[in-house]
């Protein structure tokens, strides 16, 4: 990671980080860990938004601590983080590229998230390496909101296809791979609805898509990605649950951890659905779209400093 994508994800984190791993600091400090310790820490995680199944994970292998250690706050931090990473780099987070032109990358979530900012910096960043980007504006329930992906798609120069209003979104899927089979593109990103109130139309309308893809090709989509907002917390672990149980997420993209004190979520999710975080946005730049690097949150989590 190059020392200013470093940077920005460290100061991205300092909420997470004083709402987490300082605190847990502040309760190992001086005291052995004692069943009234782990109880201050389980608040802690559970606060933090890790969730209770990785919260249970961290407590019980401190729990399991030898004598020696137990009284050694520097270890049981080192235990945590340890406990945290293994859970985080459970599969590999790299975001699917096609062997054969073009990845085809659908886009999910509800309303809100930065779904549509996170498409716009994922087409700028294939643009900025060379490639060739569409966009399909599949979600064409939400008024406006081709509008506002052909505004992204003019600032990353990329492609877009578009239908009007009220169109079948899986059409516009189709029609915006087709295209991008015919012009020679590497990338289609492709936007869906987020209309969670009716949530079983939605899924529905999501499955028809991955469908219709699929008889372009079978690999197609190479990646069904999940964006969730870091500061809902706990909804955003609800809404992966129902996302993933319906149309098989693949990845992960968690948006505004800067603006959030409860960035442990990303353990939560990671665990409690085994599906990598690929993507974590820290910030409003383009370039605060990052790759997911588990060592690098963790050592900006943990105060870990880098050369």
């Known amino acids: 990671m190059l020392p200013s994508m470093w940077a920005r994800l460290r100061q991205g984190l300092t909420r997470t980080k004083a709402q987490l791993t300082d605190r847990l600091a502040q309760v190992l400090m001086g005291r052995s860990l004692t069943q009234e310790v782990l109880d201050d820490l389980e608040e802690v995680l559970i606060g933090a938004d890790l969730g209770v199944e990785a919260t249970t994970k961290v407590l019980d ?19 945590v983080r340890s406990r945290m990473q293994e859970i985080l780099t459970k599969r590999a987070p790299a975001l699917t590229i096609a062997k054969r032109p073009p990845t085809v990358i659908v886009v999910v979530g509800v309303n809100g ?3 549509t900012t996170t498409i716009g910096k994922l087409a700028a960043r294939f643009t900025s390496q060379g490639k060739k980007a569409l966009i399909g504006a599949a979600d064409t329930f939400r008024a406006a909101a081709d509008e506002q992906l052909t505004v992204w798609a003019e600032r ?21 791979v087709s295209a991008a089979r015919t012009r020679g593109a590497d990338a289609v990103i492709i936007d869906t609805a987020g209309r969670l109130h009716t949530k079983s139309n939605l899924m529905e ?6 469908r219709v893809l699929a008889k372009l090709d079978p690999a197609y989509p190479h990646e069904t990605l999940l964006v969730l907002d870091a500061t809902t917390g706990q909804n955003a672990l609800a809404q992966a649950r129902q996302f993933h149980q319906a149309v098989g997420v693949t990845g992960i993209a968690l948006t505004k951890l800067d603006s959030s004190a409860k960035g442990g979520i990303i353990v939560a999710v990671a665990d409690a659905l085994d599906v990598p975080i690929k993507l974590v946005g820290v910030g ?12 690098a949150f ?10």
């Open 284 to 295: 409003e730049a383009q370039e605060d779209l990052q790759d997911f690097d588990a060592e």
């Open 205 to 210: 309308e999501l499955k028809k898509i991955k």
């Open 156 to 176: 990353a120069k990329a492609q877009i296809v578009r239908h009007e209003r009220g169109a079948d979104a899986a059409s516009v899927a189709y029609d915006a």
């Open 61 to 79: 292998a401190l729990a399991e601590a030898p004598t020696r250690s137990s009284h050694d706050a520097e270890w049981a931090l080192d235990c």
């Open 113 to 115: 998230v930065g779904k």
């Open 298 to 307: 963790l050592d900006a989590l943990f105060g870990t400093d880098r050369a």
